[in-house]
């Protein structure tokens, strides 16, 4: 299959718009996991320090035989190192375990603003874009005043990872996002848990499109130019989850989605919740 379509970072790195997110899979899942979507088609891989399975995820990439300059890896790090040299410890022990030079994409996993250090992380890692070790400077779960203090330090994330599907759209997120350049990429794109998939409206674009629920609900965000990762390690899920981009909502089906916004009570909260 195909790989999917990109988009352009503010870094000059290519993002595909579909990856596969690997928690909560362990080493060995992860192994298995990635080298299968990785012969599937997938180019996007996303981990993170916090998911302990990065030396599988570097398996799984070197089993595939895939060159690296084909990859975009992205990972996350903890708060613990939300400092300067703290990030660069970081970075030293993914990029171990994954056994990569360089990661294309890196991330600080929650801002944890009650330590004060979120706009120093993000400081972190632009000194390793300046040296070529990181293709590109990321954000999870920033809000946008979080982001906001980032920017009046003169720095823009190229991307920004946030809890996002078709109930919890995030448009004034995103709406932020857009107005810096900043790339959204969602997390937990399928609404894992919450019904999402068994929405009647969802239900009824697929049949009209003869597509899965979950296919209609990743097309919801590539269309918007929004990234998304859902993490599957089902072979026929895995090939169905890219086999995304030969199909078109229509205006009305996509409002009909947003119809489906449950509010915000239940994203998580990153003044409150971070590790």
Known sequence: MAPAPTVLLRSGAHLPLLGLGTWPLNDAEAAD????????GYRLIDTAENYRNERGVGEGIRRSGVPREELFVTTKFNREHHSREGVRRAFETSAGLLGLDYVDLLLVHWPNPGQGRHVEAVEGIVALMEEGLVRAVGTSNYKPAHLQQVIDAGMIPDVNQIQLDPQRPRIV???????????????????????????????AIAEAHGRTPAQVVLRWHVQQGVVAIPKSSN?????????????????????????????????????????
């Open 33 to 40: 996991t990635v080298d299968l979507a990785l012969r599937t």
């Open 173 to 203: 997120d995103r709406a932020f996002h857009n107005e810096y350049g900043i790339v959204t990429q969602a997390w937990s794109p399928l609404g894992q848990g919450s019904g999402l998939l068994d929405e009647p409206a969802v239900v």
């Open 235 to 275: 072979p026929e899920r895995l090939a169905r989850n890219l086999d995304i981009f030969d199909f078109e909502l229509s205006g009305a089906e996509l409002a009909a989605l947003y119809v489906l916004d449950a509010g915000r009570a239940d994203v998580v909260d990153s003044d409150e919740f971070g590790h």
